[in-house]
T-cell receptor, first 111, second 116 residues
Framework: GDSVTQMEGPVTLSEEAFLTINCTYT??????LFWYVQYPGEGLQLLLK?????DKGSNKGFEATYRKETTSFHLEKGSVQVSDSAVYFC??????????FGSGTRLQVQP | SAVISQKPSRDICQRGTSLTIQCQVD?????MFWYRQQPGQSLTLIAT?????????ESGFVIDKFPISRPNLTFSTLTVSNMSPEDSSIYLC?????????????FGEGSRLTVL
């Protein structure tokens, strides 16, 4: 079945550090890939997405590229801020209109 | 964007009791989804609820344990029946972002249940 594997957290960085959160997936067909973020005290919200191979999703300085050859969708940001502290979820959709999520990675950014 | 309100936001329940979680959306939506997030784990889809039809349950989830209602296009309820400590989780309601393709979901803030 479909699955998503994320790196375990927490990830602790200093402000302005470079961020990578790894995400790999297993799926039949050609899924759409997503990153969702959950800030403290808030609901999950869509951060970015990519719908086909080699697409790059980007938002708020975050980027992720859909790599079909490595079945990966790693999240990156060049310079994190304290306000980026949150839990990040990688997810995929194979057309069922419901998502398969990874386990989430907590990011803590220290000033 | 859609605004989703869930009630209760958290509750502490006794073993063997049942609790109903409500999900209210500020716009009409076709599909509503109920997810569960157990402590330290990923979100798992429980069921998909369409207005006017029976909910569709994922493997491992049954209607007797998690009955769902969907009386109209803006409201749904999920009941967790005959609870045990293993049901302690965050339960999340979500809806699809219309017209923008698959997978873009809005989520409520979740209902955190603790079963003693």
């Amino acid at each position: 079945g479909d699955s998503v594997t994320q790196m375990e957290g927490p990830v602790t960085l200093s402000e302005e550090a470079f961020l990578t959160i790894n995400c790999t997936y297993t799926a039949t067909g050609y899924p759409s890939l997503f990153w969702y973020v959950q800030y403290p005290g808030e609901g999950l919200q869509l951060l970015l997405k990519a719908t086909k191979a080699d697409d790059k999703g980007s938002n708020k300085g975050f980027e992720a590229t859909y790599r079909k050859e490595t079945t990966s969708f790693h999240l990156e940001k060049g310079s994190v801020q304290v306000s980026d502290s949150a839990v990040y979820f990688c997810a995929l959709d194979t057309g069922r209109r419901a998502l398969t999520f990874g386990s989430g990675t907590r990011l803590q950014v220290q000033p | 964007s859609a605004v989703i309100s869930q009630k209760p936001s958290r509750d502490i329940c006794q073993r063997g009791t049942s609790l109903t979680i409500q999900c209210q959306v500020d716009s009409q939506v076709t599909m509503m989804f109920w997810y569960r997030q157990q402590p330290g784990q990923s979100l798992t889809l429980i069921a998909t609820a369409n207005q006017g039809s029976e909910a569709t349950y994922e493997s491992g989830f049954v209607i007797d344990k998690f009955p769902i209602s969907r009386p109209n296009l803006t409201f749904s309820t999920l009941t967790v029946s005959n609870m045990s400590p293993e049901d302690s989780s965050i339960y999340l309601c979500s809806v699809e972002r219309q017209g923008l393709g698959t997978g873009e979901l809005f989520f409520g803030e979740g209902s955190r249940l603790t079963v003693l």
